[in-house]
């Protein structure tokens, strides 16, 4: 029975709060009775601590441990470990539980930057909450490797190069963007629950695949198509020629596809990418399905969004499409200020893909049938049932 089936995971677990500790707990909105508590269901595990919420899938839960007792100015209130960057929630200094996660969760910061391996809270009944953590990582272990994320973020020196190239890849591709605005035709409507992405495929689901429900801000379901006319292959044949390299197909200037696991020459279920980017972040996919024309890719830990792409051709008559469809939120905060208050996220993205798009034609054959046609349907999180 996986732990997403057991009918006794839903569980609260108010922390212990020792009196004398409350003149410095109450200015977090902490006290005796209220305002701290962890609670356990079948999908999150989150603590809420104040204005604090740290929120993470259960599927993410790697095991706990009790812990303490603790030195007072170390664990009351909230706390950053120096040494692992672990969060700490104290009222007290007797006894707590450290659960540790498959991979890091934001918490601390407002933005979300900060990520923590761990979280350790002094509830009032410890043993009952690192059991029942245990009980649901004893279960999530079967499909999840005890193993860093996927595909760890660059370091210093890759930062710091992918920022001094960031300026010549923005402007180059803003020049090609302009050129392209002609053969480009624009549509944005709103969305609803008809917009949420595919089911996942049975055992797709592990600790590090970063689902839609994770992500932060408005659904964006879009859609980049192209009609081409007289190609020299048909729908199979352009889908295997860009699955042999992604890059064939890809702006240079901005983004790049890099095999991370499985072979080369194929997309095949269960490979990994990182899709590199000219900026200070890469975005790790992992692909979900392959089809005679079409696969798809599901976000990872790491990614700027979260959600699925998917990439597909098809044959209608003597016409050749090709289409590019992702369903997806920003990944977090700070993301969703990138994409969505200022727009910038969506504009790059939208030349990415318009790109693809145009190159997909080429290798194709023949011409294009008309504009490059993008269609963005925006719902806000949860999405209605129906659009206004």
């Known amino acids: 029975m996986t732990a997403r089936q057991e009918?006794?995971?839903?569980?609260?677990?108010?922390?212990?709060?020792?009196?004398?500790?409350?003149?410095?707990?109450?200015?977090?909105?902490?006290?005796?009775?209220?305002?701290?508590?962890?609670?356990?269901?079948?999908?999150?595990?989150?603590?809420?601590?104040?204005?604090?919420?740290?929120?993470?899938?259960?599927?993410?839960?790697?095991?706990?441990?009790?812990?303490?007792?603790?030195?007072?100015?170390?664990?009351?209130?909230?706390?950053?470990?120096?040494?692992?960057?672990?969060?700490?929630?104290?009222?007290?200094?007797?006894?707590?539980?450290?659960?540790?996660?498959?991979?890091?969760?934001?918490?601390?910061?407002?933005?979300?930057?900060?990520?923590h391996p761990g979280v350790t809270a002094t509830v009032r009944d410890p043993e009952g909450l690192a059991a029942a953590v245990e009980r649901i990582a004893a279960a999530t272990r079967v499909s999840t490797h005890r193993r860093a994320e996927p595909t760890p973020q660059p370091g210093p020196v890759r930062r710091a190069g992918a920022v001094l190239r960031y300026p010549v890849g923005l402007a180059t591709s803003s020049l090609r963007y302009l050129r392209s605005l002609p053969g480009v035709q624009r549509t944005e409507t709103a969305g609803d629950a008809g917009d949420l992405p595919p089911a996942l495929p049975d055992g797709a689901l592990d600790a590090h695949l970063k689902t839609i429900d994770e992500g932060a801000g408005p659904l964006l379901h879009r859609t980049f198509r192209i009609r081409i006319r007289n190609a020299d292959l048909d729908a199979a044949q352009l889908m295997d020629r860009i699955s042999t390299d992604l890059d064939r197909a890809a702006p240079s200037e901005v983004v790049s596809f890099r095999k991370l696991r499985g072979g080369l020459g194929d997309v095949v279920p269960g490979d990994e990418y990182v899709v590199r980017m000219p900026a200070p972040w890469s975005g790790p996919v992992r692909v979900l399905s392959r089809g005679p024309t079409s696969f798809r890719f599901a976000t990872l830990a790491g990614h700027l969004e979260a959600g699925q792409i998917e990439f597909g051709a098809r044959d209608a008559g003597d016409v050749l499409e090709f289409a590019i469809e992702s369903w997806s939120r920003p990944g977090d905060r700070a993301a969703a200020v990138v994409f969505d208050t200022l727009g910038i996220g969506k504009e790059i993205q939208l030349y990415m893909w318009t790109q693809f798009c145009l190159t997909a034609r080429v290798l194709a054959g023949g011409s294009a049938d008309g504009p490059v046609r993008v269609v963005t349907r925006r719902s806000e999180w949860p999405p209605p049932e129906t659009a206004d």
């Open 7 to 115: 009918p006794d995971l839903a569980s609260v677990h108010p922390f212990a709060v020792d009196a004398r500790f409350l003149p410095v707990l109450r200015p977090f909105g902490v006290t005796v009775d209220s305002g701290a508590l962890v609670e356990l269901d079948r999908e999150l595990f989150r603590v809420r601590f104040g204005p604090w919420t740290l929120t993470t899938p259960v599927r993410n839960l790697a095991g706990a441990q009790l812990t303490g007792p603790f030195s007072a100015p170390k664990v009351i209130g909230p706390h950053l470990s120096l040494a692992d960057r672990g969060a700490m929630f104290g009222t007290n200094t007797e006894r707590g539980v450290c659960v540790r996660f498959h991979r890091p969760v934001a918490g601390l910061d407002p933005l979300g930057i900060l990520r």
